[in-house]
């Protein structure tokens, strides 16, 4: 026979069922989290359980917990973590396509002033010719 578990309240394994969610199951929710975000949130066992303390007190009962849940009650506990992660991304992002913008800037100039340089170089005789007669 089976081991008997018991679930408190004197419930068992013999005269009922518990679905039993885990840390690892929200740390494998979190991976989509942060793969759908773009970030890098890590959770300790104590957030990983607050996450299953609000899954449990949200869930309804109609429908019981899912994946869903779990990924829904990260977005939740820790929003401003994300928020302020994806914040740091979009700055980060918006601070390199500034810098690509500027480096194309300073190419477009560079390539103007070597233009520049070559017109008065292939004109020289002639420039001076003009500024002579001034």
Do not use: P
């Amino acid at each position: 026979m089976a081991n008997k578990f018991h679930y408190g309240n004197g419930y068992n394994s013999e005269n009922s069922i518990a679905i039993v969610w885990s840390i690892e199951d929200v740390r494998h929710q979190l991976e989509l989290v942060n793969e759908d975000n773009n970030i890098e949130l890590i959770l300790d066992d104590d957030q990983c359980m607050e996450v299953l303390g609000h899954v449990e007190d949200c869930h309804d009962a109609e429908y019981g917990v899912s994946w869903e849940n779990l990924y829904q009650g990260i977005t939740y506990c820790f929003e401003e973590e994300i928020n302020e992660m994806k914040k740091k991304l979009w700055d980060s992002f918006c601070s390199h396509m500034y810098t690509e913008y500027l480096t194309e800037k300073h190419r477009e100039q560079e390539t103007d002033i070597k233009t520049l340089e070559k017109y008065v170089e292939d004109n020289k005789e002639w420039l001076e010719g003009e500024y002579d007669n001034r």
